[in-house]
Every structure is written in C-alpha cells, then in structure tokens.
C-alpha cells in the first residue's frame, strides 16, 4: 500500500526579537488545520524582511508557497482555501447585536444573583441601564472620533455642537444611575432627552431623508449601519425612562 506523501507548505513570517506577526502565526494554524506541514522559515531582522520582499516582488509578509507556487499573505491563503475574507470597509449590525446578547446575559445573571431567579422585572431594567452604560464606555474610548460621526446626522448636535462630547457622558451617567436605582430624578430626564432626540434624529436622516450612514452607536470607529438597531438604543432609553416614570409615581 502506497501512503500519500503529505501536503506540505512554506512560510516565511516576520519573528523579531520585540515583534512577532499575528497574520504569520493565524496562517501557520490555518495551514495546519488544513492537513498541511509546514516549513516555517523565521525573518528574524527587518534588513531581512526588507529584502525578502525585494527579492519576491510583495509588500507585506506573511508568504505563503504552495507546490512551489506563492499563494501570496494570509487573506490569500484563506481565499485559497475557500474561506471568507472580511471587508474592513463592510456595514455590519454585529457589534450591536454581540453588545446586546451580552448585556441581556449580564442582566439575567445579576438577577440570578440577587434574587435567584434570572426573569424578573429588575433583569429587564438591568437589561437596558447594562446597554445605556456598555455604550457609553465604547463612545467614552474615543469622544472625538464619536462626536465627528455623531455630527453626520444628530440634529441637536449639529445645532450645538457640544452637545455631541455631552452626549456620552449623559447616556452613562443615565445607566449607572439606573443600575442602581438611584437619582431618578436625574436619570429619567436625561434618558427622556437624549433618547426623543435620538429616536427623532435617527428616523429623519434614515427613513425621511434616505441617507446612507453609519451609527456612532458604539463609538466612531464602528462600521455599524444608521438604522433599525441604531433606533432601538434610543427607544430603549425613552421606554426604560417612561416605565421608571410609572413605576415610581
């Protein structure tokens, strides 16, 4: 019985004494769980990464050859294999939903904690004081990039254009107090305001004016389409301000 010879695989990758390339090691793995061997050859100094690239034509390390032919770096050994490439430039409503999923689980859990049981009314007041703060903190990483994205389409900010730097500090300001359960006095009308402004802003620029945006929700670097998630953030604050309203009349 002939056994097949094994697919094998060369790699050259970037390993300096103070840097070693994610992108070499992530192609090294997928290689790997690929059923491939993989000759792993080091660039250990920048001289010699320099010339690598000189000598083979690229920009950028990691390489990768296959069967004596260059696959090229590792988006195109993902290719290669058939895998999906992400688009960095690509809209996407994951970031909202991930932050959502996990602000529910928070909400659950800290019920379970608190009153043995995940479903009550409080886990669901969690749930949305939880959202207000978590999107706060990723507006609050870089208040500049969000006020500049935030400008494209919030009508009072455009009007004051600080109120686009207030903005994230009020919305977690606002949860932490709901957390709590304290201050409602401060916490429903700021909620109220930001929320109606929001909601308002949102559905002109997206439903009335038809314009193509992305949502600073969760901060200024997102990829997050202007849309439907990005008016839920804002009726969430409205109703959670509402039923506070109610349930402490």
């Known amino acids: 019985m002939v056994t097949a010879a094994p697919k094998t695989a060369i790699l050259y990758r970037m390993v300096l004494d103070k840097h070693v390339c994610p992108y070499g090691l992530k192609a090294k793995d997928l290689l790997r769980r690929q059923g491939y061997v993989v000759d792993d050859r080091w660039l250990r100094t920048r001289e010699e990464t320099d010339a690598f690239k000189a000598e083979h034509g690229v920009k950028t390390t990691p390489q990768i050859f296959i069967n004596g032919e260059r696959v090229g770096g590792y988006d195109d050994l993902r290719r290669f294999f058939g895998k999906p490439v992400a688009d960095p430039k690509a809209t996407s409503y994951r ?16 019920s379970q904690a608190v009153y043995d049981s995940p479903f009550t009314v409080r886990a669901g007041e969690w749930f949305i004081a939880f959202s207000m703060a978590v ?5 609050l990483q870089n208040v500049e990039s969000f006020a500049t994205m935030f400008l494209n389409y919030d009508l009072l ?11 994230p ?3 977690g300001l606002a949860g932490v107090l709901m957390i709590a359960g304290v201050a ?5 009308p700021i909620a109220l305001f930001i929320g109606s402004i929001g909601a308002v802003s949102v559905v002109k620029a997206v439903y009335i004016d038809r314009r193509d945006l992305k949502c600073a929700c969760v901060g ?9 998630l990005s008016l839920t953030e804002n009726v969430m604050m409205i109703a959670m301000a509402v039923w506070m309203i109610v349930r402490h009349a």
Request: charge should be positive.
């Open 135 to 139: 999107l706060a903190l990723l507006k």
């Open 169 to 171: 500090f009020a919305e």
């Open 157 to 167: 900010a455009r009007r004051w254009v600080p109120y686009s730097y207030i903005y």
């Open 95 to 110: 970031p909202v939903v991930a932050l959502f999923v996990m602000t529910a689980l928070m909400a659950l859990a800290a």
């Open 184 to 188: 409602i006095w401060a916490s429903v």
């Open 220 to 228: 200024g670097a997102s990829n997050v389409p202007l849309g439907f």
